[in-house]
């Protein structure tokens, strides 16, 4: 398959290097003039959970190749879209009269209607997924990670040919697939949970800050406590997570988060302590929703003056 990435971000970066390296053909397309700031090649120091423990750690000077410009004739197969919601208008009005018959696969967070946000593309051609890998750059060098699991959606009755030959792409790749079947609800509830953690980097001033600190871990589950109602007067019903998350007392799980989930040896520590994206965005989205049902977000209004977007 011949994939081409939009951007060379954290995500998009490591799952285009994990197909490049089953047989596939991969490309990036950025904006004028990144193609000679990015350079020809990125350091890799990725932890790859596809991998037994011994094996995970890769290690790797990656060359790629990179346009600053999509040409409307193209061939390409797939075009892979893992953007921040606050730039998926912007990608979806360049890419829309470049798309020809290409699948998009936008994998990533939104808070609003996820079909209408890629409005004009044709929703006939676009799949639906998250990604399990997060991480950071420092200069050119990306210290990340890959999950082995990536979730799936769709709002068909059945997955489409489209939506098959994604899911066939990542499993062959060793990737295993999990479809969700209410996408924008689970989502919404994965939204949430970024915000509550956005809403300590504010105040703390970094990811590593947060992950590293049982205090701030706790206060980022009362920032989920305030959030819930807001999902509930959108009629999100709430996963697992969230009801785990809102339903232990803080404390609790600030230590278990400090202790278990991001422990400084686990994967989930290494992937956030190198988390440098700007932050914010959905803080506003949650606490612009949460006004408009007239819920209450002290904890939301206290950090609202920090938010630069």
């Not at 990125?42 to 990656?62: C, F, G, H, M, P």
């Not at 890629?118 to 420092?138: D, I, M, R, T, Y």
């Not at 890959?146 to 068909?156: A, D, M, P, Q």
Request: proline letters at 5%; glycine letters at 8%; charged letters at 20%.
């Amino acid at each position: 398959m011949k994939i081409l990435f939009i951007g060379r971000g954290v995500v998009g970066t490591q799952y285009a290097w994990a197909f490049e390296n089953a047989g596939h053909t991969v490309e990036f397309y950025v904006r004028e003039g990144r193609k000679a700031q990015y350079g020809s090649h990125v350091n890799l120091e990725i932890l790859d959970a596809r991998r037994s423990k011994r094996d995970r750690l890769v290690k790797e000077k990656w060359p790629i190749v990179t346009h600053e410009e999509i040409k409307e004739n193209h061939d390409y197969d797939l075009i892979f879209v893992s953007a921040n919601p606050e730039q998926v208008t912007s990608v979806v009005k360049y890419i829309a009269p470049r798309v020809g018959n290409a699948t998009v696969l936008f994998i990533g967070n939104f808070w609003q209607d996820i079909q209408k946000s890629v409005h004009p593309l044709p929703l006939s051609q676009v799949v639906w997924g998250f990604p399990a890998c997060g991480g950071g750059f420092e200069g050119n060098t990306l210290y990340g990670g890959l999950y082995k699991t990536v979730h799936f959606g769709t709002f068909e009755s059945e997955p489409t040919k489209r939506d098959l030959a994604v899911h066939k792409l990542f499993t062959g790749v060793g990737f295993k697939i999990v479809v969700q079947k209410d996408f924008q609800s689970w989502l919404m509830n994965h939204y949430i949970s970024n915000a509550a953690m956005e809403v300590e980097v504010l105040k703390s001033g970094s990811f590593k800050n947060v992950i590293s600190s049982p205090e701030a871990l706790a206060g980022f589950a009362r920032n989920v406590n305030e959030m819930v109602p807001v999902l509930k007067a959108k009629s999100i019903k709430l996963d697992g997570m969230t009801k785990v998350l809102s339903n232990l007392p803080p404390r609790v799980v600030g230590f278990l988060m400090s202790n278990v989930v991001y422990s400084p040896k686990s994967i989930p520590y290494e992937l956030q302590a190198h988390n440098h994206n700007k932050v914010g965005h959905a803080v506003q989205e949650v606490l612009s929703a949460a006004r408009k049902h007239g819920i209450k977000t002290p904890r939301l209004d206290e950090i609202e003056s920090l938010i630069t977007f």
